[in-house]
């Protein structure tokens, strides 16, 4: 009996190296490389955003000094911190729905040819109305409340949704399909099974896409009409010509852009350990 048989490890394969578990160093080296770039990057519009203030190239009151915005933010913290709380939860609601229906739409678009043919111009004439031109029909139809925020926050994030779970449902291997149905699964098992779980890297790429469009989707339809939420703040800056609670707005709207986006990333990352993008011990062919 062979050794690997005894020990109950997988037989090597010739041609093929199979890579060890990574070490938490190494895995913190990895990180710290993948993120050292951007954050340089970020640093140095920073720096050239000083640099430009300092030598006073342009008006303080066209683009405040990073010193002073920051300055606003933290003074007027709370301030920005509640306003804030209300764009994320009117972003992270109109996620939420359009993730809902935009899988359910793709779903049914999948299954049914005819329903497909119907609806896709409909969604792609949805999708290049611009959304800034039809904001103010809902705050006519629905008021100066939460509903017009969410309702654009859905309509923005909905296409990419809709589109990328497409893709996945129809990037599936036939001969799985095929496989499945050999083996006796039901149309809901070989779903389930099969076609739902092989979607998810396609539905991440894009989720990522659409919770930053959610938040963008939040602060117009605020911009339309709202006595709260980030995108009255930064239209109140304008009207005053406060241009570093302007820049301070801009600052933490995207912060929540890219703290989502984050978040999107490590739930892909923890349900998708199976993915090739995802795998911590690669195998390398040495052919």
């Given amino acids: 009996m062979s050794q690997s048989a005894i020990t109950g490890t997988p037989a090597p394969v010739a041609g093929v190296v199979q890579r060890g578990q990574r070490s938490a160093g190494e895995r913190i080296g990895e990180a710290v490389e993948r993120s050292w770039r951007p954050f340089a990057l970020l640093l140095g519009c920073f720096a050239v955003w000083w640099a430009i203030s300092a030598a006073e190239l342009i008006e303080p009151y066209l683009v405040p000094s990073p010193g002073a915005t920051l300055d606003v933010m933290a003074e007027k913290s709370g301030y920005i911190m509640e306003h804030s709380w209300v764009t994320t939860y009117e972003t992270l609601l109109g996620f939420v729905i359009a993730v809902a229906v935009g899988v359910l739409a793709a779903v049914v678009m999948v299954y049914s040819s005819t329903v497909e043919k119907t609806l896709y111009p409909v969604l792609l004439f949805a999708q290049v109305v611009p959304k800034i031109a039809i904001a103010p029909l809902f705050v006519v139809w629905l008021g100066f409340g939460i509903g017009p925020k969410i309702l654009i926050a859905v309509l923005i994030a909905f296409f990419p949704v809709v589109i990328s779970m497409?893709?996945?449902?129809?990037?599936?291997?036939?001969?799985?399909?095929?496989?499945?149905?050999?083996?006796?699964?039901?149309?809901?098992?070989?779903?389930?099974?099969?076609?739902?779980?092989?979607?998810?890297?396609?539905?991440?790429?894009?989720?990522?896409?659409?919770?930053?469009?959610?938040?963008?989707?939040?602060?117009?339809?605020?911009?339309v009409g709202a006595n709260e939420g980030l995108g009255y703040v930064i239209l109140q800056a304008n009207g005053n010509l406060d241009t570093p609670m302007l820049f301070a707005g801009l600052l933490v709207m995207s912060l929540i852009g890219v703290v989502?986006?984050?978040?999107?990333?490590?739930?892909?990352?923890?349900?998708?350990?199976?993915?090739?993008?995802?795998?911590?011990?690669?195998?390398?062919?040495?052919y």
Avoid: C
Wanted: glycine share 8%.
């Fill in 166 to 223: 497409v893709t996945g449902l129809k990037a599936v291997d036939p001969e799985m399909i095929q496989l499945s149905q050999t083996m006796g699964a039901s149309p809901l098992q070989t779903f389930v099974k099969i076609r739902f779980p092989a979607s998810f890297p396609h539905l991440f790429s894009g989720l990522k896409v659409a919770v930053t469009l959610a938040v963008t989707g939040a602060v117009v339809g605020e911009f």
């Fill in 260 to 286: 989502l986006f984050v978040l999107v990333e490590v739930a892909e990352k923890l349900l998708l350990p199976w993915h090739a993008s995802r795998r911590g011990d690669p195998v390398t062919t040495t």
